[in-house]
Every structure is written in C-alpha cells, then in structure tokens.
C-alpha cells in the first residue's frame, strides 16, 4: 500500500525554467508534508513544508501546492539552477512524527 | 555543528553474517530514527527513539534485526543474520523533539552477498 507516489521518475528542465514536480497521496491523516533534497551518497536534507491547512508556502525559489480534495501536491523550483539537479522527495507525516516517503523523482537542471 | 553522524559509510558482508551500524545524532536532539532506503525507493522507518526509549517499533523485522539507544544518545542498528533482502542504504536521523523537522545523516550503504 504506497500512501506516497511519486510518478515522474525523472525530470530534465534548462536552466532558468520551472521545475515542477508531483506527488500523490492517499493517507488522509496526514498533518503536514514534506520535500527532501537528495545528492548522491548524502542523506537527504530538508526542503520546505506545508501544513495540510494551508494551500501554498514559499520559500526562496521554491514553492509547495497541497490540492486537498485532490489529494495532490507539487513543488515549483523558480528558476532551476544546476545545483538543484538531485532526487527529490515528498513525505507525508503522521502521528508521531512519522514520514512516509514517496519513491523519488531525479531532476537534471541543464546549463 | 555537525550533523548527524553514521559509521561505516560502506559494509560488505556475506550472508548469514551479522553487522552492526552506528549512529550519533545531533547534539540536543532527543528523538532518533532509523530508516532502511531499497535502490530507487524512499526511505522506510525502522524505528524510533524518545531518549532511550522505542516507541515505535512496529516496522522492524524483528526476528533479525535489533536496536539500541543506550543513555538516549548513541545508537546502534544489528543485523543478525544478514540475508541477500538486506542490501540496502541504512538511514539514520533525528529530531529536536516528536513533531519537528528530522535531519538525515548520511547512511550506511550494505551489500550482502
């Protein structure tokens, strides 16, 4: 049962266009949802969240959608710059703090 | 500050053998997790730790694997034994408290032959 689905397994976006990437969900006691940056042999490190009462939160160059009723959320990267090439990640949280985590999609931001 | 920090990095063993992975989370934080992350999937909590307490344990195989969180500082993750199903990067993080945002360390990456 994937609570979490990432769909796109990968992106490629030129540098200074938008990065739109997409998450789907299925647990409707999920509080708050997360994206993770992830860069080869690192860990993955926090992005930016939302709470499931908002519907929009900014934050720099990125800015994460939650369509509750759809059950959607995506995160825009404006403008797309080489370092954000990585995988990314979308989580949901839970009671106790715990994240379900989608499969990843690998974004290449090219120069 | 440092981060969190994992040991070994990388870990080859056979199967049936055991191994041990080690983690030593942020200075302050009290909450500790464990996650197993498979090729081209997320990570999967394990565990979780309040201090040296594991409130849940619920996705641990617990026939094989075991963890500890001695003085709710340091902790370790076993495998005992190892079978090929383990290979995986093992991820460890931890958080200020229950409800806040948890940082990864590195992992441990393990391949079993």
């Known amino acids: 049962d994937q609570q979490v689905k990432q769909n796109s397994p990968s992106l490629s976006v030129q540098e200074g266009r938008i990065s739109i990437l997409n998450c789907d969900y299925t647990n409707s006691m999920f509080d708050y949802f997360l994206w993770y940056k992830k860069y080869p042999a690192e860990g993955p490190t926090f992005l930016i969240s939302i709470s499931s009462i908002k519907d929009k939160n900014e934050d720099g160059r990125f800015t994460v959608f939650l369509n509750k009723s759809a059950k959607h959320l995506s995160l825009h990267i404006v403008p797309s710059q080489p370092g954000d090439s990585a995988v990314y990640f979308c989580a949901g949280r839970a009671a106790g703090n715990k994240l379900t985590f989608g499969g990843g999609t690998r974004v290449l931001v090219k120069p | 500050e440092a981060g969190v920090v994992q040991s070994p990095r990388y870990k080859i063993i056979e199967k049936k053998q055991p191994v041990a992975f080690w983690c030593n989370p942020i200075?302050?934080?009290?909450?500790l997790y464990w996650y197993r992350q498979n090729l081209g999937q997320g990570p999967e909590l394990l565990i979780r730790y309040e201090n040296e307490e594991a409130v849940d344990d619920s996705q641990l195989p617990k026939d094989r694997f075991s963890a500890e969180r001695l003085k709710g500082v340091d902790s370790t993750l076993k495998i005992q034994p190892a079978e090929l199903g383990d290979s995986a990067v093992y991820l460890c993080?931890?958080?200020?408290?229950?409800?806040?945002?948890?940082?990864f360390g590195p992992g441990t990456r393990l391949t079993v032959l």
């Open positions: 200075s302050g934080h009290n909450t």
């Open positions: 993080a931890s958080s200020l408290g229950p409800r806040d945002t948890q940082y």
